[in-house]
């Protein structure tokens, strides 16, 4: 499934605006999340589909990835074009800490 890493989600945050969906609980969400993110936990994601853009790329991510890669797999299967952030919000949390 395709991957992109916490450096090249900093890049195209500042060029291409892509649609950033954390798909962890709102109690995750609330204690932290990537810039303009919008949060449907996976659990909810099949349900609200109509929210997730068709005419954008997705960056999906959970806390370390397995959430964000079952997102990625429900989204591909419904024609979105998304990546989930390799190693998560961890990742990003590491990434940001530099």
């Known amino acids: 499934h395709p991957q992109i890493t916490a450096a090249e989600v900093q890049s195209h945050l500042a ?7 954390d798909v962890r609980t709102e109690l995750e969400f609330e204690r932290g999340h990537l810039p303009n993110a919008v949060n449907i936990p996976v659990d909810s994601l099949r349900s609200r ?11 999906a991510y959970c806390q370390v990835g397995m959430r964000g890669y079952l997102a990625t797999r429900i989204l591909l ?3 979105r074009q998304v990546q989930n952030l390799s190693g998560g919000y961890r990742a990003w949390d590491l990434f940001q800490a530099k």
């Open 15 to 21: 060029e291409s605006a892509p649609y950033i969906l």
């Open 49 to 59: 589909l109509n929210e997730v853009p068709t005419d954008r790329p997705i960056v």
């Open 77 to 79: 299967q419904n024609q």
